[in-house]
Every structure is written in C-alpha cells, then in structure tokens.
C-alpha cells in the first residue's frame, strides 16, 4: 500500500501533471509539493527519525560523560599519589633527623670514652654518616620528585586529551544538528 501510493504520488508529482489552477486540485504545482512535503514528514515520523537521531545524541552525551568522570577519577588518584609520596619525603627526613641525632649521640659517647684517639675515627664516621645521610636523603628527594612529575604529567595528559576528545565531540553534535535542521527545514 505504501508502496503503491509513492508510486501514485511520483507519477502526479511530475512536471507534465503541475499546471495552474484551483489549490485543491492534483493539477497544481504548489499543491502536489505540499502532499510531497506532508508524505515525507509522514514517512519520517512513522520510520521515527527523529526519536533515533535523538537517541543517538543522548548516546554520545552519555559518553561523553563518562569520560569526565572517568578523568575526575584519575585527577583525584594523581592527587593522593602525590600525597603519599609527600608523606613519604617527610618520613624519609624524619628518619634522617633520627640518623643523625643518633650518630651524633654515638660520636659524643665514644668521644668521651677514646679522647683523641677516637676524635679523629669518630669524626670520620660521623662524616660519612652524614653523607650517607646526605645521599639517601636527596636521592630519596629526587625520587619522589621524579615520580610526581610524571605522574602530574602522565594526569594532565590523560585530562587533555579527555578535554580535546570532549570538544571535537560537542563540535560533531553541534554540526550534526545544524545538519538536521538544514535538512528538515
């Protein structure tokens, strides 16, 4: 049936059939465009356009807010990364202090005990206690600082390239819809 009336519709619809006359006659032009028009909006309505095109947008929304959650997670578990290694610099400098109070205590006891003689072993070992010290701590120092760049970098990748994948998203609905209004108007 619908089959049929296209074909009836095409037939009348041509150039030799559009003559001037009453409106509501098959014989004028402007009245066989408005049957066109009204049978395609119809055939559009009944295959449901409008409500796919629809479901489609909200489909893309819907992704596209999934990935800004997905990339407020990974900021949030960059920020407690950094946070455990900040903690972990400050117990690292803790226990340097402890090292070297320690030493220090150690040099005092033994110093007491050995004068001289000992001064100059102790000296020494309280020199190279504290440059060990010295070289845990800043390598300790230069570890976490490595790890929080690239962590911070590694972040503000992941969340630039989710901004950027967002925005050309939003210019393809945006373009999209001025498609269908182009279309459908």
Known sequence: MKKLTLIAAALLATPAAAATGPFLSLGNS???VLLAFILFVGILLFLKVPAKLGGLLDARAAAIKAELEEA???REEAKSILASYERKQKEMLEQSERIVTAAKAEAEAAAAAAKEEL???IARRLAAAEERIASAE????R????????????AAADVLAKQMDA???AASIDAAIAQVEAKLH
């Open 119 to 121: 001064k100059v072993s």
């Open 167 to 169: 925005q050309a998203a």
């Open 30 to 32: 402007n009245f066989i």
């Open 72 to 74: 407020k997670a990974l």
């Open 138 to 141: 800043a390598a300790a120092v």
């Open 143 to 154: 570890e976490v600082r490595e790890r929080a760049v690239d962590v911070a970098i590694a």
